[in-house]
């Protein structure tokens, strides 16, 4: 267990400046307080010694902000936690200056995962953010690892699944107390489908090749799972043509905005070159004229639209997946028709 040392964490400092002295002339005198703690946190009922450095002279007025049902402090800077667990105030207050800090009564430190609430299938090369909450202590962070696999997560959360599929263990350790971890195993799989259902249409299966576009998939996989196709709109609809959707800003903007089929991920991803042709229900990344400006949005071809594949001759566009089930529901697909979930799912023998 990491025991807290002397006077962790920041000071808290306020600092006054004043004219004065004697004789006829003036000097500016500085003032200060400062506080600090032996330590960040304390269980109920016990003490931590807290102390006033001070500049400009003067004898500190401890007070816990709150009064006495938040804990009590002596005239020496002694607190005493109250049997309530929670964040509390300690104040000194000199020559009109104060300045506080703050100890966590606990327990004990404890971490919870709070996202992704159900871990979901991953396939190699997507990513797929953590988050845990941290009690019981001022010091939130949290250090994250995953075993076997150095490198594949970030000090943010972000978990970069591995190429090799297998069962993963992601583990969340609390940088206040090593002691404090939380663990949830991830499977990386091959491949995925992926169900996307839509309001008062019905369900759209997509079966993905990571044979020909892995990176295209991954990215088409990260944004499933971060549910950020739940709730966009259909904003395109070209009879004999396609249907396209994955632009966020519909999702609160007038599908007559013009700013309608601009919007993304906040980030593009580079263009995938494969031998997948832009036939009937097969499903691809749509673009603007820079072939590396895809991100979210995708369209269904509702015909043959071979004029869209790639050649030596033509950018063309990048084939990444196909309808498995729910040809009839493509075909009833309009402008104006909301994602209500799009979910990754394993692959199971179609009936």
Known sequence: MVRPSLFVGALVMLTLSGCGGSGGGGSKQNKSVQVSS???????????????????????VWSVDGGDANGTITS??????????????????????????????????????????TVPLVVPKSKLNFAASVTGTTNK????????QPGAIAADGTF??????????VVGTSAADSQKTVAVNVQVVANVNV???????????????????????????????????????????EADFVVQWGDPLTKTLDLNDPSIG?????????????????????????????KDSAGS??????????????????????????????QAVVDALRKGDKITSAKVEAISPLP
């Open 160 to 169: 970069t699944a591995p190429d090799a599929p297998g069962t993963y263990t």
């Open 262 to 290: 601009t919007g993304g991920p906040g980030y593009t991803i580079p263009f995938e070159e494969n031998d997948l042709s832009n036939l009937k229900y097969t499903l691809a990344m749509a673009r603007s004229s820079d």
């Open 195 to 237: 169900r996307v259902r839509f309001q008062n249409k019905g369900e759209v299966l997509f079966s993905l090749r990571p044979d020909k576009a892995p990176n295209t998939v991954a990215n088409y996989v990260t944004l499933v799972n971060k549910g950020f196709y739940d709730g966009i709109v259909v904003h395109r609809y």
């Open 141 to 148: 962070a949290v250090n994250w690892t995953v075993t076997g």
């Open 297 to 326: 949005q995708v369209y269904v071809n509702l015909k043959d639209n071979t004029s869209l594949d790639h050649t030596d001759t033509n950018q063309g566009y990048v084939v990444f997946g196909a309808v498995a089930q729910g």
């Open 38 to 60: 032996s330590a960040d946190t304390v269980r109920p009922g016990g003490q931590v010694s807290f102390t006033a450095i001070i500049r400009g002279g003067g004898k500190p």
């Open 76 to 117: 020496a800077g002694l607190y005493t936690a109250p049997a309530t667990q929670g964040t509390y105030t300690v104040r000194a207050t000199v020559n009109g200056l104060s300045a506080t800090k703050s100890v966590a009564v606990t327990n004990g430190v404890a971490i919870v995962l709070t996202a992704p609430t």
